[in-house]
Every structure is written in structure tokens, then in C-alpha cells.
């Protein structure tokens, strides 16, 4: 085998070894879930039947990311932790369980193929830490009720809840998200259940 050719398979084999140890000396990051709540009964309204829509949101919460607000309106992620799925699907599988656990009838999702009289669209607007205001876990929902009989919104409210957090262990922050998001997802099911 000439020089050269050696030379060029240590150098791939170099570039091999720095590649995989890029891949694997990284900590994995600690994968979180959020809870649902578990709501006594209520009583509706009507018996319409609605369904609850994958939450919209900006592309910053759209992912499998724990967002932290920084002074100055930076975004950042917290690097050793990560959501289940990502942001939206899971909030909205956790708010079709608290509906659920209140007894809620005639609730699902809109591939469930239902005869749909609602729409409950909602919208994540924060969902994060802002260590700006002294780590404080802020979960932010706006609502909308869409009567799809008329195609018309005929209600709308935003939401929010506050917990305090400290940014260490790594789930002393995510505990405090899920406080927060249990709070607004227990306000939404009231209204819901009024307004529908």
C-alpha cells in the first residue's frame, strides 16, 4: 500500500473516531411528561359535541424543547431535558384526559370522525421558564370556540398560571410547567363547560 493512500485511510479513520465521539460523549437528555388532571365531575351546559384541535403555536415552542426566556427576550432551550412528544400533541392529549376525567360527554379529537357541533381551538402563546423575572414557569393558552354549524367563533378567552421554579435539579423546572399547565388546562375545562 503507497504512503499516500495510507495516509488518506488514517485520516478517514480520524474523522470516523471524532464523529462517533461527538454521537455518544454527549449526556443523553432526560426525556419529561406532563400530567393530566384529574377533575371532579361537572356539569354542562349543553350536550353538544366538541372536539379539541392539535394546539397552534410559533415554531420556538412547536418541538420537543424546554424553552427558557432570558433578559432581553432571548430564547433558549434547557440542553439536559427534553418533552415526550412534541409540545402541542402532548398538551393536547393531556387536555383531552382532564376533559375526560371531569366526565366531560361528547369529547374527542377531530379524527375520532365525530358529528362535530364545536370546535375548541387553542393556541400555546408561553410556555417557559423566564429566569428574566426570576425563574418563573409561565403557561399561556388562548381558547376559541368554533360553532361549525354556522362557522362562526362565538367565544375566546386566554388563559394563564404562574408558579415559581429553581432551575436545579432539572425537574424542579419541569414540575413547575406542569403545575402551571395543569392550572390553565383546569380553567379551560370550566369554561368549556360553561360556554359550550
Avoid at 22 to 35: N, V
Avoid at 39 to 67: G, W
Amino acid at each position: 500500500m503507497n504512503k499516500t493512500r495510507r495516509a488518506f485511510l488514517a485520516a478517514g479513520a480520524s474523522g470516523l473516531a471524532l464523529t462517533l465521539a461527538g454521537c455518544f460523549g454527549g449526556r443523553p437528555p432526560i426525556t419529561f411528561d406532563l400530567d393530566s388532571v384529574n377533575h371532579s365531575p361537572l356539569s354542562r351546559r349543553s350536550s353538544r359535541v366538541v372536539v379539541i384541535t392539535l394546539p397552534k403555536t410559533v415554531q420556538t415552542f412547536d418541538s420537543q424543547r424546554v424553552v427558557v426566556r432570558e433578559p432581553g427576550n432571548i430564547l433558549s432551550y434547557l440542553p439536559e431535558a427534553q418533552w415526550s412528544d412534541t409540545l402541542p400533541r402532548l398538551v393536547q392529549t393531556r387536555m383531552l384526559q382532564t376533559f375526560e376525567s371531569s366526565n366531560f360527554p361528547n369529547i374527542g379529537r377531530p379524527d375520532d370522525q365525530l358529528a362535530v357541533d364545536v370546535t375548541l381551538a387553542t393556541e400555546i402563546r408561553a410556555f417557559e421558564i423566564d429566569v428574566a423575572r426570576g425563574n418563573i414557569a409561565t403557561v399561556t393558552m388562548n381558547a376559541k370556540l368554533v360553532d361549525e354549524r354556522r362557522g362562526r367563533i362565538f367565544a375566546s378567552k386566554s388563559f394563564t398560571a404562574e408558579r415559581a421554579a429553581t432551575m436545579s435539579p432539572t425537574a424542579a423546572p419541569i414540575a413547575a410547567l406542569d403545575e402551571a399547565l395543569q392550572d390553565v388546562m383546569s380553567q379551560i375545562l370550566v369554561w368549556t363547560a360553561r360556554t359550550a
